[in-house]
Nanobody, 124 residues
Framework: VQLQASGGGLVQAGGSLRLSCAVS????????VGWFRQAPGKEREFVAG????????WYQDSVKGRFTISRDNAESTVYLQLNSLKPEDTAVHYC??????????????????WGQGTQVTVSS
C-alpha cells in the first residue's frame, strides 16, 4: 500500500484547509486509514480515522467539530477537512493505513503504511 499526502499550506487562524491522501495498492478494503500530526518537539499524535467503506469515522477529542475525515468512493482518496484552524494545529500531517481488525485504530503502532507528511502552518 502506498499513500501520498498533499494539501498543506499556510493559513491564518480561523481559516480552512483540505488535505488529501491518495491511496494505492491491493486489497485496500482490508485497511483503515488515519491522519496523524507531529508538531516540532512533540510526539506524533492521532487526529482522525476512517474505515475503507467510509461508514465509520473517529476523531481525537481536540479536533471534533472542526475536522472532518471522508473518502471519495470514486477515487482511492481520503480527505481531511480542517476548519476553524488554530495556531496549535501547526504540524506536519501524515496519512497512514492499518489492517482492519474491526476496531478503531488510534495508535501509531496500529498503522503499518505511511505517506510522506504535508506541512500545515496556522498563523495567529
Amino acid at each position: 500500500v502506498q499513500l501520498q499526502a498533499s494539501g498543506g499550506g499556510l493559513v491564518q487562524a480561523g481559516g480552512s484547509l483540505r488535505l488529501s491522501c491518495a491511496v494505492s495498492g491491493r486489497t485496500l478494503s482490508s485497511y483503515r486509514v488515519g491522519w496523524f500530526r507531529q508538531a516540532p518537539g512533540k510526539e506524533r499524535e492521532f487526529v482522525a480515522g476512517i474505515t475503507w467503506s467510509g461508514r465509520r469515522t473517529w476523531y481525537q477529542d481536540s479536533v471534533k467539530g472542526r475536522f472532518t475525515i471522508s473518502r471519495d468512493n470514486a477515487e482511492s482518496t481520503v480527505y481531511l477537512q480542517l476548519n476553524s484552524l488554530k495556531p496549535e494545529d501547526t504540524a506536519v500531517h501524515y496519512c497512514a493505513a492499518g489492517v482492519d481488525h474491526g476496531r478503531e485504530l488510534r495508535s501509531v503502532t496500529s498503522y503499518i503504511y505511511w505517506g510522506q507528511g504535508t506541512q500545515v502552518t496556522v498563523s495567529s
